[in-house]
Nanobody, 118 residues
Framework: QVQLVESGGGLVQAGGSLRLSCAAS????????MGWFRQAPGKEREFVAT????????YYAASVQGRFTISRDSAKNTVLLQMNSLKPEDTAVYYC???????????WGQGTQVTVSS
C-alpha cells in the first residue's frame, strides 16, 4: 500500500496561483505514475494531470493545459501541482493518486480543497 497526503489547498482569487503537494510513503517502489484528480460539488471526479515516476513524462487535461504544471521530486517521494491563472471553475477537492505498473490508480489521498473566488 502507498499512503498519500496532500497539502497546499486554500482560497485564492481568480488569476492567482496555488501549489499543491502530495507526499507518498509506504510501498512506493512499484509506483509507475502519480496523478492529480479533482471533484467539484455535484460533479464526477475528473482527471487533471499525471506524471510517470521514472521518466517524468507528463499529460494534462485540456482544461488545465498551459496553466497547471505537474512535477515530481523522486528523492522526496513528492509530487507537486503548480496551478497558475486559476479560474472559479477550478474550484474542487483535489486528490493525489498513485498508479502501479500495469494497473489503474488504486491509492488515493484524502483530498485538499481549492476554492477560487471571482
Amino acid at each position: 500500500q502507498v499512503q498519500l497526503v496532500e497539502s497546499g489547498g486554500g482560497l485564492v482569487q481568480a488569476g492567482g496561483s496555488l501549489r499543491l503537494s502530495c507526499a507518498a510513503s509506504g510501498r512506493t517502489s512499484n509506483t509507475y505514475a502519480m496523478g492529480w484528480f479533482r471533484q467539484a460539488p455535484g460533479k464526477e471526479r475528473e482527471f487533471v494531470a499525471t506524471i510517470s515516476w521514472s521518466a517524468g513524462r507528463t499529460y494534462y487535461a485540456a482544461s488545465v493545459q498551459g496553466r497547471f504544471t505537474i512535477s515530481r521530486d523522486s528523492a522526496k517521494n513528492t509530487v507537486l501541482l503548480q496551478m497558475n491563472s486559476l479560474k472559479p471553475e477550478d474550484t474542487a477537492v483535489y486528490y493525489c493518486a498513485a498508479r502501479p505498473s500495469g494497473g489503474d490508480y488504486d491509492n488515493w489521498g484524502q483530498g485538499t480543497q481549492v476554492t477560487v473566488s471571482s
